[in-house]
């Protein structure tokens, strides 16, 4: 009885190792990280980061719907957390990723239109025809819409939100910006920067990105082979 007792004892903490080891990772390293995992994470977490906005850039640029829309930035999340498994990573910092990534992928298409814009847009006057209010998940918590045409009078299919305020009434002259190759939907002239600023929004989720792919690829560092244990002895 003791010694069943004493053996369910020491498994205990075998388990709660392993247990750790498959949820953050075993990190099986003393001191500094290991430069070739830090190199590699680096490596991983930049290259999808710019796959996925690549991938969106290039769909507004061309016209591509698909990589316009972010889908083909959610593939390049999901290959990147095939890699993490491939490695095995902690399941908890391949979830952490995974989110980052697919957030960054959702993120994208509107900063890649605001790119496009800034590159290749063309600022022209419209005339607001209508303007309604909308409840929206932002500061204030509303937004106005404005409905407007140009100058030959052909409405713009798209509302505008962008300088369109609470004191624009129909007949009022808002700036809209044109796509001179008509692939990427007009937006309001206001806030529009240069390309550099419509990408640099997405800065936050990159860095956030690139971190979690560096800390998952360096916890997976093993010393051993993982089943070496349970191997019978020669």
Do not use: N
């Not at 205990?12 to 190199?39: C, D, I, N, Q």
């Not at 209010?133 to 932002?138: G, K, L, M, N, T």
């Not at 990427?184 to 800065?203: I, K």
Request: aromatic fraction near 4%; glycine fraction near 14%; hydrophobic fraction near 45%.
């Amino acid at each position: 009885m003791r010694r069943e007792r004493h053996s369910a004892t020491g498994a205990e903490p075998h388990l709660m190792v392993r247990l750790r080891s498959t949820v953050w990772g075993p990190a099986e390293f003393v001191g500094p990280p290991p430069l070739r995992l830090t190199v590699r994470g680096i490596l991983a977490g930049c290259s999808a980061a710019v796959a996925i906005i690549g991938s969106a850039v290039a769909g507004a640029w061309y016209g591509i719907p698909g990589l316009a829309a972010g889908e083909g930035g959610l593939v390049c999340a999901a290959v990147l957390v095939l890699y993490l498994c491939g490695v095995r990573a902690g399941r908890a910092l391949i979830g952490a990723v995974a989110v980052l990534a697919v957030g960054l992928a959702l993120q994208t298409p509107q900063a890649a239109a605001g790119f496009v814009l800034a590159e290749r847009g063309r600022a022209e006057p419209v005339e607001v025809t209508s303007v309604e209010s909308a409840s929206v998940d932002a500061p204030g918590g509303r937004r106005y819409l404005c409905s407007v045409i140009d100058r030959d009078g052909v409405p713009v299919k798209v509302r505008i939100w962008r300088g369109c305020e609470r004191t624009t009434r129909p007949g009022d002259a808002i700036t809209v910006v044109y796509d001179v190759e008509g692939r990427v939907p007009p937006r309001g002239a206001e806030g529009t920067g240069s390309a550099l600023d419509a990408l640099s929004r997405l800065g936050g989720w990159v860095a956030g990105l690139v971190s979690a792919s560096v800390v998952a690829v360096v916890r997976s560092c093993r010393l051993s082979a993982p089943d070496l244990g349970s191997r019978p002895a020669p």
